[in-house]
């Protein structure tokens, strides 16, 4: 069997469609909903995503500020900048770019960032919502991968699903959706004994810890639903995700490219929660 491929880009495009609606209706009753995006630094990976984040805002209706900041900026002058946006009525949703300079306590800054702007759900307010199901905003990594696993119908209700990788930004609150949504979950990671014995028996299989091919064909259970969070480089330099793509492929039920997967879905779900803020700001 050929697994049938999950297209990121074209379930992004019909999302972000959707938003372009919802962000028109709420201009024409006079307000613009809007990003800011906050960028520290010359990280060459974080200046592409910043790139997407404002290009999507731009092409999808909604406003975009976006303040660049030298490696050197204070952690104090930073703090007040935030502190700005957040008192900013034409901004609905505040992206401070990770990682920051070592200088920077990156908890101290996503704390101070107004839980109703919180649009990357990274806020412990919003994490915490989250574990009790009732979440203003959900990561927007993990939700992209629950509407992907919706937009084919897989039936998670009872479903075993493991997620490899345990961070805040993706393992976390992914293990939390699914549970939510009627799933067993097993949190694994790259220090897992045997990776594979847990994998085997799952339904579904979250791959988001960063480690080039450490899922593979033989850990797959025939029909499973395989999203690959991971973005890596091959030995071409191509970029590819924590999943062996070219043989799990022929066993897996459903499967997410990369590139072409849950990227576009990350930025589309940013979206999706900056138009929710603006929608509850103005009632």
């Known amino acids: 069997m050929t697994a049938t491929l999950i297209d990121g880009n074209a379930l992004a495009k019909r999302i972000r469609a959707e938003v372009a609606t919802r962000a028109a209706a709420l201009t024409a009753r006079g307000h613009q909903p809007g990003l800011a995006v906050v960028l520290v630094g010359e990280d060459p990976a974080s200046q592409v995503y910043v790139r997407n984040k404002v290009k999507a ?11 660049r900041y030298p490696a050197d900026l204070t952690e104090s002058d930073l703090l007040a900048r935030i502190d700005e946006l957040n008192r900013d009525p034409k901004i609905n949703g ?15 800054v996503l704390e101070a960032i107004a839980p109703e702007k919180d649009v990357d759900g990274f806020h412990v307010s919003n ?22 696993l919706e937009s084919v119908e897989f039936p998670l209700r009872g479903a075993v699903a493991v997620v490899i990788g345990a961070s805040n930004i993706v393992g976390k609150p992914m293990a939390m959706m699914l549970l939510q949504a009627g799933a067993t979950v097993t949190i694994c990671n790259s220090k897992t004994r045997d990776l594979a014995a847990h994998t085997r028996n799952a339904d579904v299989i979250v791959a988001a810890v960063g480690k080039r091919n450490i899922v593979t064909a033989d850990m797959v259970k025939p029909g499973a639903a395989v999203i690959d969070v991971g973005m890596n480089r091959d030995d071409q330099g191509k970029l590819c995700g924590d999943v062996d793509f070219q043989g799990v492929k022929d066993v897996a039920g459903f499967i997410t490219p990369v590139p072409g997967g849950v990227g576009p879905m990350t930025i589309t779900m940013l979206l999706v929660n900056t138009i929710e803020a603006a929608e509850r700001a103005l009632g």
């Open 94 to 108: 505040i992206l401070v770019q990770l990682p920051l300079p070592k200088h920077i306590d990156s908890h101290k």
């Open 127 to 148: 994490a915490g919502a989250l574990m009790t199901g009732a979440p203003l905003f959900r990561p927007c990594t993990p939700y992209g991968c629950m509407k992907m």
């Open 57 to 67: 805002c731009e092409d999808n209706g909604l406003y975009s500020s976006l303040d």
